[in-house]
C-alpha cells in the first residue's frame, strides 16, 4: 500500500513544474501554484503601474497639444476630433487581440513588445510634418498603446491574493493618474518653451526606459492560476459566456464615456470659453488627472467593503452630474469640478477592473479585460469626432451635456449583469 502511494507521488512529482505544490489533503493529492503574495508583490505592482502611468503620458499628448495643432495647420474642430480618433481607433479595437494573446502567450514580453512600439511610433509622431502623417504615426503608436491593459490589469491579479485586489487595482489607477497628470503639463511647456513637436520626441524616452524596467523588473507569471481560483481552469464558452460578454462590451461603451469626450477637447474648451492661456489650460487637465491618484485607490478600496456593481452605480451618477454642471460653471467653479470629475472618472475604472479580475473567469480573464477595455477606448474614438462636429455647429457646452445624458444607459446594464 505505501509503495503504491510512493510511485503515485513519484508519479505526479514528475508531471508537475518546478513552481507548483501539492497538497495532500484527506488522500487526494491537489496541485497548486507556488504564489507570493504580501509584501514581495508590492514591487511587481509597482512596475506595472509604473507602465499604466507610462501608457496614459504617452496618450495624453496629442490632447493636451490639439489647440497648437489646430493653430499651426489650420484645422476644424471635427478634423481635430478625427485626429485624436487615428490614435484611439486601433487603441480601442485591438484590445481584444491583445487580450486573446496574452491568454496564450507571454505577458511580459508583450508588455515590453507594446511598450517599445508604442515609445517608437510617439517620437516619429514629433518628426511628423502635416496632420496626415500625425495621423498615421498616431495610428501606429495606438496599434502599440492596445496592448497595455489587457495585458497589465490581469498582471496585478496575478501578484496579489484576492482579499487586495480592489485595492490593488486601485493603486494601479492611481499609477496611471500619476502618468495622466504629468502628461498635460510637461507636454505644454515643452511645447510652448520649444515646439510641439518636442513633446512628442522627448517623452517617447519616458516608454523607453520602461520597456527596460519591465524587461529586467519583472518574472514571466505562471500560466496556472491562484488557488482561490482553482475551480476556474476551464471555462465552456457557451451562450451564458457569450451574453456576458456582451453585456460587458455594452456597459464598457458608456461606463466613462463623459471623460472620454472632455479628455480630448479638455484644452480646447477652456482656451475657447474661458480664454486662457495653453499652460494654464493643461493646468486643469492635469487636475482633472491627478485627482484620480487618491479616487482610485480610495473607491477600489470602498468597493472591496460595500460591492463592486453599487459603487459602479453611484459614480456613473456622479460622472454624468458633473459633467452637465461644468457647462454652467466659471473657471473657479470648473477647477472644483474637474477635480471631482477625476476621482469619480478613475475610481469608476479603478472598481470596474477589480470587477472583471475578481471574476470566477481565470482561463479567459485577458480576453474579457480586452473586450471591456476595446469598448471603452471605442467609444472614445466615435465620440470625439461627434463631439467635435456638434461643438463647430452648437458649441461645446451643448456635445458636453449629450455627453453627461448618453452617460446613464450604462445604470441599466450594469444591474442585468450578473456575477459570475
Not at 489646430?70 to 476630433?81: D, K, L, M, V, Y
Not at 495606438?142 to 482579499?163: D, E, Q, T
Not at 527596460?212 to 523588473?217: E, K
Request: with cysteine.
Amino acid at each position: 500500500m505505501n509503495s503504491c502511494l510512493c510511485d503515485e507521488l513519484t508519479s505526479t512529482t514528475v508531471r508537475i513544474k518546478n513552481n507548483q505544490k501539492m497538497n495532500i489533503k484527506s488522500g487526494a493529492i491537489e496541485v497548486f501554484p507556488r504564489r507570493r503574495v504580501g509584501a514581495r508583490s508590492n514591487i511587481p505592482l509597482a512596475i506595472i503601474s509604473l507602465s499604466h502611468g507610462t501608457n496614459h503620458l504617452l496618450q495624453l499628448i496629442l490632447p493636451t497639444l490639439l489647440p497648437s495643432l489646430i493653430t499651426e495647420f489650420q484645422i476644424s474642430h471635427s478634423t481635430a476630433g478625427m485626429l485624436v480618433a487615428s490614435f484611439a481607433l486601433p487603441y480601442a479595437i485591438l484590445q481584444i487581440p491583445f487580450g486573446y494573446l496574452s491568454d496564450r502567450k507571454r505577458r511580459k514580453r508583450t508588455m515590453v513588445f507594446g511598450l517599445f512600439l508604442y515609445s517608437f511610433a510617439t517620437f516619429l509622431c514629433g518628426l511628423s510634418q502635416n496632420t496626415l502623417q500625425l495621423a498615421l504615426t498616431q495610428f501606429l503608436a495606438g496599434m502599440g498603446g492596445a496592448s497595455y491593459h489587457p495585458v497589465g490589469i490581469p498582471l496585478v491579479s496575478f501578484v496579489v491574493s484576492r482579499k487586495r485586489l480592489g485595492q490593488a487595482q486601485g493603486f494601479h489607477q492611481a499609477g496611471g493618474a500619476i502618468g495622466s497628470f504629468i502628461a498635460p503639463i510637461l507636454s505644454a511647456y515643452i511645447g510652448t518653451a520649444f515646439n510641439w513637436r518636442y513633446s512628442f520626441i522627448l517623452l517617447s524616452l519616458f516608454g523607453l526606459v520602461n520597456a527596460l524596467v519591465v524587461c529586467l523588473g519583472i518574472a514571466e507569471p505562471s500560466p496556472t492560476y491562484r488557488e482561490e481560483d482553482e475551480d476556474a481552469k476551464t471555462i465552456p464558452f457557451d451562450s451564458k459566456l457569450t451574453r456576458l460578454i456582451v453585456l460587458l462590451f455594452c456597459f464598457g461603451l458608456v461606463e466613462v464615456i463623459t471623460f472620454r469626450g472632455l479628455l480630448s477637447f479638455l484644452t480646447t474648451y477652456a482656451t475657447e470659453k474661458h480664454a486662457i492661456g495653453l499652460e494654464s489650460a493643461a493646468q486643469l487637465l492635469a487636475l482633472l488627472q491627478i485627482a484620480g491618484i487618491f479616487g482610485s485607490p480610495l473607491f477600489g478600496r470602498l468597493s472591496d467593503a460595500i460591492g463592486r456593481k453599487i459603487t459602479l452605480a453611484i459614480l456613473m451618477v456622479c460622472q454624468s452630474a458633473i459633467m452637465y454642471s461644468l457647462t454652467y460653471a466659471s473657471l473657479e467653479v470648473l477647477a472644483i469640478l474637474l477635480g471631482a470629475m477625476g476621482l469619480a472618472a478613475f475610481g469608476t475604472l479603478a472598481v470596474s477592473d477589480g470587477w472583471l479580475t475578481g471574476m470566477n473567469l481565470g482561463a479567459i480573464v485577458g480576453t474579457i479585460i480586452g473586450s471591456v477595455t476595446t469598448a471603452s477606448f471605442l467609444a472614445g474614438a466615435v465620440v470625439t469626432p461627434i463631439v467635435g462636429f456638434l461643438a463647430d455647429q452648437f458649441g461645446f457646452d451643448f456635445s458636453f451635456r449629450v455627453l453627461a445624458i448618453t452617460g446613464l444607459l450604462g445604470l441599466p446594464i450594469l444591474k442585468i449583469i450578473k456575477d459570475t
